[in-house]
DNA sequence: TCAAAAGTGTTTCACTTACACCCATGA
DNA sequence: TCATGGGTGTAAGTGAAACACTTTTGA
């Protein structure tokens, strides 16, 4: 046994960002180096000494597309030995959501770099086992939207209704009945109208802009309460 | 950073188990050897050079206490540097359950050995930050229970009706209503009627002898099915 | 023959689903 | 003034919850 190289750790994040015309995205980087060099891949990296998991997820995010994400939860180990070429590496994968503002933030400051947004339904092809990786943080995230109110951490602060809706569509991937989507979601009262109107784009009628009230929510989880979309 | 220990990389099972006297309970070793020395823990232990997670694990569930389980999901990676007082220890955490027979044959094996059950409600004290790590488990079961058929992981292949229930009301903790438990989950159609009687214990009518149909299940999962209790 | 445990029929109520209609805006 | 997108009221259908009753067993 002396002598073996011992088992790396590494961590990958699979961050999603929305926008109302690209819809669902994946946050991705370009490898510099061998192995996959010039492919596409999560960001990610080796885990320092001593360092926490969260932290060194955080600190790859920074350093490799600049992004905060302002959701972080961890999705999945994986530890096959053969999934890295060079040796055995086991990999922490976390699953992170940015809210509208970061997502256009990145796309302005990074343009024609080596970061960048990819359609969920448009995805390149993908280094080491990313991407059975990204398969299994969609469903986690298509899962999870319709128990937890993460659909909100995917959209800015104050957010129109109807993008509201799109969003969830788009999320669930199917056209859900615009009156009972809104008639539901709000009968849970998390959610809160601004007094404001969306300018209007194009035409038909500007929508209502609501804001998430988290400490309303955490009251109704507190009472027990359970919504699902 | 040359000459910094490597962060090591464990593996750590929750196995649950059931029997109608105990409810449910959780299988732990008590520790030989420093730290924590004589304490109990989950059985676990390093995982070996290009070795898979979950062999690992089952590797050391066998060499720890010879139980082989039946059903094995990875639960959380839990990587704070400071979990093991040595040093850097990454330990990824799965979540296993045993059918009541496997239950019983350790009761009877190792009966006053270094690996025993103990309901949930009455845990000793644990090593390492293995309560935090049971704490996950038990919050997994109790949730998973309640839209996947794990139950049936911790019942023999054929059971009296009556044990179902007993193992719902245990894991939901609270009492239900039998006629409707009953309605709902036999009208899902992935329980089989056996035709065989419970023999009677003390007094009352015998419970009808169930089985689950797993195949019958996925037929229904793969029909977008989604039971729910 | 009685208490205990298990099995079953039926009504009530709440919530989802579906449908229809009204309102505000830009072209 | 009309097409488009957004907001709202309500009837019909479906399934869970509650309740009451029957059956089978050992004491």
Redesign the pocket.
Known sequence: MQHEAPIKLTVDAVVFGYAKNDGVSLLLVQRAYEPFKNEWALPGGFVLAEEKLETAVERELKEETGIHVNYLEQLYTFGDPNRDPRQHVVSVAYFGLVKSSAYLQLKASTDASDARWFPIKKLPSLAFDHKKIVQLAIERLKMKVRYQPIGFELLDKKF???DL?KLYAALLDKEL????F???IL?YGFLEETGE?AK?E???????IYRFNQKRYNELIKEGYHF?I
Chains 1, 2 share one sequence.
């Not at 009945?177 to 009972?180: I, P």
């Not at 194009?202 to 209502?208: E, F, Y």
């Open positions: 129109p209704f109807s809706e009945n615009r009156r009972n809104s008639k539901k009968s109107l209007p194009g035409r038909g009628r500007p929508s209502m699902e």
